[in-house]
């Protein structure tokens, strides 16, 4: 039975580890590092599980699962609800969401400080070339493991050594000298796990896992346990080098409270300590760093949004129909600026993640429970009943004004336990799976 060799799989986990590594990547560990300050040990714990153990669980999920992707594995639960389930996924790491944000990153992190008066024509034409790229880039499909994994992630990796090690070798203070500040001052574990859920990766994971069984495929592995196993074997290689480099980046960001204040954002953070690190030269630095950790990321995304949407849609428009469309509409929403696409992302994260995680963990345990289409129903059925309530309560203010949710959203925070702390879901996910587990227990009886 062919299995990938140490060079190949070193060479796939590179490319899944570039498609994973993207905007929200550098600039929330940046933020918590400066935020959690002694306390970022737990806030970084926190942060592991869900942007990290996660994304590793999910790339592991499919491969065990031996599907040929989201749509095939949410389908178990119901053709409606895989369909509705992956249309909406795919569209929130895609065009709606995740896509532009890569671009507005990559301007205000990068080139807006080396054009600080370009205003919204300079962020046009910067994201007119960014997406002019990610299409060139991504109607070469077959050549994404070259591309992503030979090219752009090693050159990023490179960028972002040179500001790492040059921070840490000279560090503007001892991390246990600086205090934290707002949530992780008393609640820097549970912060940090809700901060994990802004990089989007277990969303991503199940949408990059199409991707990944291709490339393994493409290398000349065919049966589906090697397949899966491979799966497996990239991810744990992919994600043990991400929570490194998470890692690091949260010590700079903490280190950086010596000398710098606390930042808007990430993205200024890591912009000031360029800045004091390499002076005018760290600006190029930076925007080389975050524009190449984007592009590729991108790339990815239009990929594997485009091939499953010709999936989902086989009598409908060509790969390289959706894969404009998609770069289309993620140029102009990117428009719109990164804080209108923040304010409104987190909301669907919070409705998408917690049945995410659902499926995710019913999957790696489904042989307990032979799949049984009861328990898949029930328990995701009762999780996304709470999550349309964790949707509802992290709407902008003035959208939950608009809509009157006040009364609802203060109801939910009243009777839902751990609603107010982010994960109102917990209790009504495990009810799901009790009353499901019941059901099936009786049906077999």
């Not at 690091?248 to 930042?263: K, N, Y």
């Not at 004091?276 to 984007?294: D, K, M, Q």
């Not at 995701?380 to 902008?396: E, N």
């Amino acid at each position: 039975m062919k299995k990938l060799s140490l060079r190949q799989l070193i060479t796939v986990a590179t490319m899944l580890f570039g498609l994973f590594f993207g905007a929200g990547n550098l600039i929330f560990p940046a933020s918590m590092g400066q935020l959690a300050g002694s306390n970022l040990w737990w806030a970084s714990a926190g942060f592991l599980i869900t942007g990290v153990g996660l994304p590793l669980l999910g790339v592991a999920a499919l491969g065990i699962s031996r599907e040929e992707g989201l749509l095939e594995l949410s389908s178990r639960v119901g053709k409606g609800y895989g369909l509705f389930f992956t249309c909406l996924l795919y569209l929130t790491i895609g065009p709606f969401f995740a896509i532009p944000r890569c671009a507005t990153v990559s301007y205000t992190v990068g080139i807006q400080q080396l054009l600080p008066q370009g205003g919204a024509a300079a962020l046009a034409v910067f994201s007119l070339l960014f997406f002019g790229a990610v299409l060139f880039f991504s109607l070469r499909p077959g050549e994404i493991l070259t591309w992503v994994g030979k090219v752009l992630t090693p050159l990023f990796l490179c960028f972002l050594a040179v500001l790492v090690l040059r921070a840490l070798s000279a560090p503007m203070a001892s991390v246990a000298d600086i205090p934290p500040a707002g949530s992780y001052r008393d609640a820097a574990f549970s912060t940090g796990l809700l901060e994990g859920y802004n990089t989007m990766d277990a969303l991503a994971s199940l949408a990059f896992g199409i991707i990944v069984v291709n490339a393994i495929r493409s290398l000349g592995v065919r049966e589906p346990g090697a397949v899966a196993r491979d799966t497996v074997r990239a991810g744990v290689f992919s994600s043990l080098l991400m929570a490194v480099i998470y890692l690091l980046v949260t010590v700079v960001g903490a280190q950086s409270r010596g000398q710098l204040e606390i930042s808007a954002n990430g993205g200024e953070a890591l912009a000031q300590i360029a800045g004091h690190y390499f002076g005018s030269a760290g600006a190029v630095i930076l925007a080389a760093t975050v524009t190449i950790a984007c592009l590729k990321t991108a790339v990815g995304l239009v990929t594997s949004c485009s091939e499953t949407f010709v999936k989902i849609f086989p009598g409908g428009p060509s790969y390289r129909v959706w894969a404009v469309t998609f770069s289309l509409v993620s140029f102009l929403i990117a428009n719109l600026g990164l804080n209108t696409i923040l304010a409104y992302s987190t909301p669907v994260l919070m409705f998408l993640y917690p049945l995410s995680i659902v499926l995710i963990l019913l999957t790696l345990g489904g042989r307990l429970f032979g799949n049984h289409p009861a328990v898949l129903r029930w328990t995701i059925g009762c999780t996304m009943v709470a999550a349309v309530f964790d949707l509802l309560r992290t709407l902008p203010t003035q959208a939950q004004a608009a809509l009157h949710l006040e009364p609802v959203v203060a109801l939910a925070e009243t009777w839902l336990p751990l609603c107010k702390q982010g994960f109102g879901w917990v209790c009504p996910a495990v009810l799901g799976l009790v009353i499901g587990l019941v059901l099936r227990r009786v049906r077999h009886a």
